[in-house]
């Protein structure tokens, strides 16, 4: 094979027929500025063809389950290997994911509880042994006189099929009848039973009376045996009351007559009703009225029956090392390898858990390594950051060993402060070494430097950019003259704000945060400065800001009955007139949601459009150039511009509307025209090209000025919000606070707005975020970008570690005052940065 990936006429989006050749088996970053053509190259070009390739050589009854890719616009790709794409999105969504499940660390503690658990009563708490048949004939025997009952051999239980052959072999035997999902049935019968269908069969092998004498004794005795026999050592016994008593020569607990079902890895599968707790189905939280399992399971109430273990009491009663497998899942991942490091077994038990225990211990350790020593497993995977759910997937794919693949990661250092960004440096260099190609579009000035080749797009961004401007090793993009990133890289330009002095107007206190893992901390935020609240991942820093801090801000500025959470009380409220979370989720949920519409720009379009003379002639109203409803919009494709088609086999296919030629407008409202321009031109100008073209039309030029200051410059008035990623629709609804009038009263609280920015695109936030400073306001920011936190009024260090390690206050004051502060991991990175 090559050993590189050869590309040509690379055109998908602003890629301007590219020919580039990446080296294989390298650790490879994609960089340049936001809307350079990073992502273009990397996943809409070599991961969407990597992923067609393969989808394309299985059959066509298994390509109709896969999401399946379209055709790049590229010319040839040679060298590619099958290709495995790690992005920044939620883990899952579903309730019953969780750190343990997603890492397959759970199935595996499963398989080691069911083989080397110890089963104890869980009503009086003694350990279980396994019970003789003289033991189970003497409790048997116990049924009041008179008592009808059947000894039954629980020969197919909660099992998938049909059992002809079974059910036939039972009648050849000369068993007569048999209870089928509860139901007595006569095996003489015609049985037929739905193979799709879970099934319960219990042979009736006799039918009693209790009477007192020897002769019942041993009849018992003997059908207790068959059954046995038939069943692998399981007996039931049902008596006139319809109940099934169940007795194993394996599991019982002597004193308080109750068996136990077998110990299976199943049992402890919340996702299985051998398993699960009856009460709430398996989630740990119980069911609200009218709720579902696909709503936001922080809705739900925890279950009172399981008290959130999700298992039933007899799953939860087998133990290792005193603790059940509830109990391991609710430890830390750094917590939980310290219990298996430290577990001691018998030599019996140690030969059938030796490779379960290899196989636990690696994955927890690949998490450490990826810097999420501080999540429990019991974690749900729903509450997982974007760039958490990242380092998950990243961790499972080391641990599957896979050699000779393609992965495509975006911004692995999101989220992570640079301690533990060089534990991910490490699990990526090893990713390689396995004999893998990792690509990497990465902003991160350690993850270039340790890079083995760079590639390095620009010169701008949109359509000014989708070239490459260098590439190579770091040391030769460090030395070309024409690379904005080496310009940076060797230290010949800076992110820097103007060196002021402010002084706070005051502060809001938050007073004893008490919330996760939040040691009752009391902390001053100043007001009327930038402040970044940094702190390794875990520490706490979301928790406080989002959780406790904007919660009950919000709930004391907005609501006549406040309900402030995770904290004794707020001081200095009344200095603050509004707080805003500028976060990272989508602008809109559909493609018909764009910049402009969100801004309220387009508003301002619109009007300008029905007030030109030849709208005012036709008489038509700002409604006419909506695209969401009826009167100026195509209706062809009812004003998306593309149609899609539905292919069976193959995935769906947008076409462009033939009617509108993708315009999204019909002929009659295309025809009015501003300076030459249509609505749907307009639509498809980017932010540059609509400030010069608006330039005289303040009221227009206003808006778009704001949403080219925070570094969107490059991004078309009418993209669908779909194609935005976090950071991107970060930036517009930032943008659309700036076009605001400032109160100077206002709090702005946003986490990580430097995702996905390269540093010529941090030095336009901070200038941005500097003039609502400037303006009077307050900025709080969650942030690990070191550019971010060096020019930064004051910094609010938590920690000193993550999970149940941090929660502290570690530092507080100007940078310069938490670079001395030795026990602080952002003063030790502030101190090597010379701050």
């Known amino acids: 094979m090559s050993n590189s990936i050869v590309i040509k006429g690379a055109r998908e989006h602003n890629l301007k027929n590219l020919d580039v050749e990446i080296p294989r088996d390298k650790l490879v970053v994609m960089t340049g500025l936001s809307g350079s053509g990073k992502s273009s190259l990397a996943f809409d070009t070599i991961y969407a063809e990597g992923q067609r390739r393969y989808v394309e050589s299985l059959s066509a009854y298994a390509r109709q389950f896969l999401e399946q890719m379209g055709k790049p616009d590229v010319d040839s790709i040679e060298g590619l290997s099958p290709a495995i794409s790690i992005e920044q999105k939620s883990t899952s969504h579903n309730p019953r994911s969780t750190v343990g499940t997603v890492t397959e660390i759970y199935d595996y503690l499963r398989l080691l509880y069911a083989r080397v658990g110890h089963p104890y009563c869980f009503q009086c708490g003694q350990e279980i042994t396994a019970q003789t048949v003289q033991q189970m004939v003497d409790a048997i025997c116990e049924l009041p006189e008179g008592t009808k009952f059947q000894i039954l051999s629980p020969i197919v239980r909660g099992r998938k099929g049909e059992y002809r052959k079974e059910l036939l072999e039972m009648r050849k035997a000369g068993y007569v009848r048999a209870r089928i999902n509860g139901e007595i049935v006569d095996l003489g019968e015609d049985i037929t039973l739905d193979k799709q269908k879970k099934h319960t069969i219990e042979i009736v092998v006799d039918r009693l009376v209790m009477k007192p004498g020897d002769a019942l004794m041993r009849r018992v005795a003997d059908s207790v045996e068959t059954s046995m026999k038939l069943a692998g050592g399981l007996v039931g016994v049902l008596s006139e009351t319809g109940k099934v008593h169940l007795y194993s020569e394996k599991l019982a607990c002597i004193k308080c007559g109750v068996s136990y079902p077998e110990i299976t890895p199943r049992i402890f599968s919340f996702n299985s009703p051998h398993g699960a707790c009856p009460a709430c189905d398996g989630i740990g939280y119980a069911m609200t009225p009218g709720a579902s399992e696909e709503e936001d399971f922080t809705l739900l109430e925890r279950c009172e029956t399981c008290d959130g273990a999700r298992l039933k009491p007899e799953s939860l009663a087998v133990k290792i090392a005193k603790k059940s497998i509830a109990e391991v899942t609710e430890l830390s991942v750094r917590a939980a390898a310290d219990f298996f490091t430290s577990l001691k077994f018998t ?37 997982l950051s974007g760039g958490e759910g990242q380092r998950i997937r990243l961790a499972t794919q080391i641990g599957s060993g896979l050699v000779g693949v393609l992965y495509i990661l975006d911004e692995p250092s999101i989220g992570l402060h640079q301690r533990d960004n060089r534990r991910l440096l490490q699990t990526l260099l090893r990713l390689r070494d396995l004999g893998n190609t990792v690509i990497v579009v990465e902003h991160d000035a350690e993850t270039m430097e340790a890079a083995d080749y760079i590639l390095d797009l620009g010169p701008g961004a949109g359509t000014h950019g989708g070239r490459i401007i260098a590439q190579g090793t770091p040391k030769q993009v460090m030395a070309n003259p024409d690379s904005l990133t080496g310009l940076y890289l060797r230290g010949e330009q800076m992110v820097s704000l103007p060196q002021r002095q402010r002084k706070p107007k005051g502060s809001i206190t938050v007073v004893g945060a008490k919330k996760h893992n939040l040691k009752g901390v009391t902390v001053n935020i100043p007001l009327g400065l930038l402040t970044c609240v940094t702190g390794v991942s875990g520490s706490g820093k979301s928790t406080l800001v989002l959780e406790v801090l904007f919660h009950s801000l919000s709930q004391l500025l907005y609501h006549k009955k406040p309900k402030i959470d995770g904290c004794k009380e707020l001081k200095g409220v009344d200095a603050l007139d509004k707080i805003i979370d500028i976060d990272q989720s989508p602008i809109g949920r559909t493609p018909r949601s764009n910049p402009a519409t969100y801004t309220g720009l387009f508003t301002f379009i619109r009007d300008l459009f029905s007030n030109l003379p030849e709208s005012r002639v036709r008489g038509y109203k700002p409604g006419r150039y909506s695209f969401n409803v009826k009167g100026g919009r195509c209706e062809a494709c009812q004003g998306d511009g593309l149609i899609k088609i539905e292919m069976h086999f193959l995935p769906d296919v947008y076409v462009t509307c033939e009617v509108c030629k993708g315009q999204r407008y019909n002929r009659e409202t295309l025809e009015i025209q501003y300076k030459g321009r249509s609505i749907a031109d307009i639509l498809n100008m980017t932010v540059d090209d609509a400030l010069e073209f608006f330039e005289n039309i303040p009221y227009i030029k206003t808006k778009l000025q704001t949403l080219h200051d925070v570094g969107l410059h490059y991004v078309k008035l009418g993209q669908s919000a779909t194609t935005l990623s976090g950071g991107e629709a970060q930036r517009v609804k930032l943008s659309r606070e700036l076009s605001k009038r400032p109160t100077g009263r206002t709090m702005y609280i946003l986490d990580e707005p430097t995702t996905g920015l390269h540093f010529a695109d941090i030095q336009r936030l901070l ?68 701050v």
């Open 767 to 834: 200038d941005v975020l500097d003039r609502l400073v400037e303006s009077g306001n307050t900025v709080l920011v969650i942030e690990h970008n070191l550019d971010m936190i060096r020019n930064a009024d004051w910094i609010i260090d938590l920690g000193p570690e993550g999970g149940d390690r941090g929660g502290e206050i570690v530092a507080e004051g100007p940078p310069k005052e938490i670079a001395k502060v030795k026990r602080s991991y952002t003063g030790q990175v502030l101190r090597e940065a010379r």
């Open 347 to 383: 030599e019996r038990e140690l030969v059938i858990a030796h490779r379960i225990l290899k196989e636990i211990r690696e994955r927890l350790g690949f998490l450490v390594n990826v810097g999420l020593d501080y999540l429990t497993l019991d974690r749900p995977a729903a509450t």
